[in-house]
């Protein structure tokens, strides 16, 4: 499947591989299943970055971008960083002491902004402006994943990761703090 003519069928095949291998390391808090099929592994992975290139739907390339990440087994929050982008928003606590709020962070069409109530059921709330972390500064995961999208001709999702590794305000005690982190953190 991860090898057929269709992007979508593709995409999923090795998204479902990506999650089932994190799972199975997290399950077992080891990597030897991981390492027990390297060679298919390896396999998918060049599959997802073929893919990857040349998919132009924007979902689609997210999920095979989360696929990349599953297989590499670098990072175990990838999952909740690209569903933030995929849906446009994440639901983040307050990094602070006292964790004082349930906040939103929306990146997309709705705009770029913090809530602490969910924009989609209320018309009248305050909302924050993001930060967006600037490109050329961006280091690490950020960089990767964003020089990546621009390199595949993917814009719109490169401009969205600047606001998942850049900074978020909390509407209710004003702290400015990383949204990347915050994902981690609550990735557990």
């Known amino acids: 499947?991860?090898?057929?003519?269709?992007?979508?069928?593709?995409?999923?095949?090795?998204?479902?591989?990506?999650?089932?291998?994190?799972?199975?390391?997290?399950?077992?808090?080891?990597?030897?299943?991981?390492?027990?099929?390297?060679?298919?592994v390896t396999r998918l992975l060049g599959a997802a970055n073929r893919w990857r290139q040349a998919t132009a739907d924007r979902n689609d390339y997210c999920h095979?971008?989360?696929?990349?990440?599953?297989l590499e087994?670098?990072?175990h929050w990838a999952e909740d960083l690209i569903w933030g982008v995929v849906s446009e928003e994440y639901e983040l606590e307050c990094p602070g002491p006292d964790g004082c709020a349930s906040l939103w962070v929306i990146i997309g069409e709705r705009g770029f902004f913090s809530a602490a109530e969910d924009h989609a059921l209320c018309d009248d709330i305050d909302t924050f402006p993001l930060h967006p972390a600037d490109p050329r500064t961006l280091e690490g995961l950020g960089r990767r994943l964003h020089d990546l999208a621009l390199?595949?001709?993917?814009?719109?999702?490169?401009q969205a990761l600047t606001y998942a590794f850049g900074e978020a305000t909390c509407p209710e005690c004003g702290r400015r703090f990383s949204v990347a982190e915050q994902i981690a953190a609550g990735s557990g």
């Open 151 to 158: 390199a595949d001709g993917h814009d719109e999702v490169a």
């Open 73 to 75: 087994g670098d990072i």
């Open 64 to 70: 095979l971008l989360e696929a990349v990440l599953n």
């Open 1 to 40: 499947m991860a090898d057929t003519g269709n992007a979508d069928t593709a995409a999923s095949a090795l998204h479902l591989a990506g999650a089932l291998l994190v799972q199975a390391d997290q399950r077992y808090e080891t990597r030897d299943l991981r390492h027990r099929y390297a060679p298919e």
